[in-house]
């Protein structure tokens, strides 16, 4: 028996300073390094020939140095190393920057394995900084190499000697996590081949093997966790029967615009969910813009009327208290009161709202997560609302329907879900979608430029500032926590923008930033202190600012289709015509698919499902925006097939044994326990 929960520093290869780099990593224990798993493979293992080479490809191939390094000092800083190498095939000329070790490393008339990407111009063919390994000396080529995520001070190298240590020391001693008939039954390889061909393989079918049993496992925990909490919650179906008339249309009378169909549709399905007995458990799917705020309102003033109290939960304490600005403002004229519950209400008043909440002086609850703490009670709480439900643990959901005695449940979003996806993470949910935008919205004209039109479009933003609009330039990271190549962080960002945009008031705003700073910065913009908001995704959900009419995306190939066509509906708020200006940097097809989509077309469910097309299985997406964790291996869209078989395998294994009592199934549950408990889980 090894001891998997042994610290990293034990393992060979691992000193001080790089257990530092590698708790950064989140890697602490050796089961935590040997669970690291690669974002990628390299195929070093296959060589073709010169002549075979294609552009932009990244290949192995084998040829003997023919002429004398040069050496071509630039410019300060700057040396050039270059070499010829030929096979029987032709020849390819190689160069390095800076790397002076190459003069004593690389010798003519030896045989070598270059791995790099390749550059062909007109009758040359070029490849820039290649790794290079002796014939008979290869360590690092002639094999599939797992490439890890790394941290600034670690190299894939040193990662994957580490790993392979810890490897050598755990090999054939995995013990195995699922019970033996699941894996006969579904056919799946045994952990300890997995754990080895997870990270290191021959061939990529070995992978394939490996890959396929480990995302089965992770698949096959959640949805056994999901099951468990729905059976435990699934009591007695019955609810609230809401069956006053509340008279509506008094309520929409005052409403300054007309419902659309889609609106009315949707609104009519949540009402006869409200005026049956049986509890409404309804997700409710609408582009950003569609207007679900008013069939909100809708259902909030129906409850109340019926004389129940009802709760509005959001993620971000700025859109919880946009929503309390509307809501009060609709519905207080017909006697409906409503608070706002965010954590930073001071105590004195905080200790107030609880009082009138608990006996009932309130009628409507809004606020973010704060909603849920344990001191907050309702005395009839009879429908709860989760708004973006997207950003919300799978948990939270649920709690704040405890507070009630089955209260009927409406959680809206604005993420596209497909829906087999969706009946598996919402179960027993029904759904509607509100698939048609208010009319008289304009396009959001969308545009996608390569960095060197930057010039341009900073012009454009000041054009549009000067006429008194404001802008939001987005960046895809806080910090630069991988080294990716021109991903610029929003720090840097933010100091290159102040000078450009000198004449114009200029902020930050990031997800690093304590929730009231946040909140500042985002008052202030709404009240056009700010004209310029240099932004990480934190601004991606439903606030409204119809002033703003231009949105500058930074490193558009980084984001998702969806989450950029959110991003994008922050602006085309107002009556002003507005624009979106997608940077990008990439010679990929893919990326300049995905951008043409992007440009092409405004509607989410459009885009969402041509971007599961075009979305290869390496690509990583997150999970997170469902709010359930991020997987090591499975991917949610493209594992769709593994999901269901995996969903079978988990309820076979529950009906044999409910509770996961049995010796076989011990190592399952404290997967699942260690879930419950995870931080994805449960919070935001
Ligand atoms: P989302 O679905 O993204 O939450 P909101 O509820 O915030 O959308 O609505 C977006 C904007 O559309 C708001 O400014 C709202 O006043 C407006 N709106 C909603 N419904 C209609 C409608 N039927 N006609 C015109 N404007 C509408
Ligand atoms: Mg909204």
């Not at 029987?88 to 394995?113: C, H, P, R």
């Not at 609009?469 to 929003?490: F, H």
């Amino acid at each position: 028996m090894i001891d998997f929960e042994k610290d990293i520093r034990y393992i060979k290869g691992v000193g001080p300073a790089r257990v530092e780099l590698l708790n950064k990593l989140g890697i602490y224990t050796l089961e935590d390094i040997l669970t690291y798993f690669p974002r990628d493979y390299e195929d070093r293992g296959k060589y073709k020939l010169i002549a075979e080479l294609e552009n932009e490809e990244t290949v192995a191939f084998r040829a003997i140095v023919t002429s004398k390094l040069t050496e071509n000092r630039i410019r300060k800083g700057m040396t050039i190393y270059k070499t010829i190498a030929r096979d029987e095939s032709g020849s390819v000329i190689l160069s390095w920057f800076n790397q002076a070790y190459i003069k004593n490393t690389l010798f003519v008339g030896k045989e070598y394995i270059f791995f790099g990407k390749v550059k062909k111009g007109i009758g040359r063919i070029e490849v820039q900084s290649p790794i290079f390994e002796e014939i008979g000396k290869e360590k690092n080529t002639g094999k599939i190499i797992p490439l890890y995520p790394l941290t600034n001070g670690i190299t894939q190298n040193v990662i994957r000697n580490i790993i392979e240590n810890a490897m050598n020391e755990a090999d054939g001693k995995f013990l195995e996590s699922l019970p033996q008939w699941i894996i006969h039954q579904y056919k799946l390889c045994n952990i300890n081949f997995a754990m080895k061909n997870i990270h290191f393989p021959n061939t990529f079918e070995d992978f394939e093997k490996a890959r396929y049993r480990i995302a089965f496992e992770e698949l096959l925990i959640l949805q056994t966790a999901l099951l468990m909490m729905k059976y435990s919650v699934k009591m007695d179906n019955r609810g609230i029967k809401f069956d006053k008339d509340e008279k509506i249309e008094d309520l929409l009378s005052t409403l300054p615009y007309k419902l659309t169909n889609a609106q009315s549709r949707v609104w009519n399905e949540i009402d006869s969910d409200m005026k049956n007995e049986k509890c409404m458990n309804r997700l409710v799917q609408g582009d950003v813009g569609s207007g679900k705020t008013a069939v909100a309102m809708l259902a909030l003033y129906k409850a109340c009327k019926n004389g129940y109290q009802a709760a509005m939960m959001a993620p971000t304490s700025i859109l919880a208290k946009q929503h309390y600005l509307f809501l009060s403002k609709m519905l207080e004229p017909f006697g409906i009161k409503c608070e706002l519950f965010t954590s930073e209400i001071t105590k004195k008043k905080k200790q107030e709202l609880i009082e009138d909440l608990k006996n009932g002086k309130i009628n409507i609850a809004i606020g973010t997560h704060a909603l849920i703490e344990e001191n907050i009670e309702f005395q009839n709480l009879g429908l709860v609302i989760t708004d973006e439900q997207h950003r919300f643990g799978v948990r939270q959901r649920g709690l704040l329907s405890f507070k009630g005695t089955r209260p009927d449940v409406l959680v809206m979003t604005a993420t596209p879900i497909p829906r087999t996806l969706a009946m598996i993470l919402y179960g027993d949910l029904d759904i509607s979608i509100i698939d048609e935008l208010p009319p008289g919205r304009q396009k959001i004209e969308t545009y996608a430029v390569r960095r060197n039109m930057e010039e341009r479009v900073n012009n454009f933003v000041i054009k549009e500032m000067k006429e008194g609009r404001q802008a939001y330039i987005v960046c895809p990271l806080v910090e630069e926590s991988e080294n990716m190549d021109g991903l610029k962080s929003v720090i840097e960002q933010y100091d290159y923008y102040k000078q450009i945009f000198k004449d114009f008031k200029v902020a930050i705003l990031h997800g690093k930033m304590r929730p009231k700073e946040k909140d500042e910065i985002m008052t202030k913009y709404k009240n056009k202190e700010i004209d310029v908001l240099i932004s990480t995704t934190v601004i991606e959900v439903g606030v409204d600012v119809p002033n703003a009419t231009i949105m500058v995306i930074e490193n558009a190939e980084r984001f998702g289709l969806a989450q950029l066509h959110q991003l994008r509906g922050r602006v085309g708020r107002g009556k002003f015509k507005s624009y979106c200006i997608l940077k990008y940097d990439s010679n990929s097809d893919v990326v300049k698919q995905r951008m043409e989509i992007m440009q092409k077309s405004n509607d989410g469910f459009v885009i969402s499902e041509k971007d599961l097309e075009l979305r290869g299985p390496g690509e990583f997406f997150g999970t997170r925006q469902h709010g359930i964790p991020e997987f090591k291996v499975a991917n949610l869209y493209t594992d769709m097939t593994i999901l269901k078989i995996a969903g079978e395998a988990s309820k076979k294994l529950l009906e044999a044994d409910p509770s996961l009592l049995l010796e076989e199934n011990i190592a399952i549950k404290q997967k699942i326990d260690k879930l419950f408990a995870s931080k994805e889980f449960n919070t935001i």
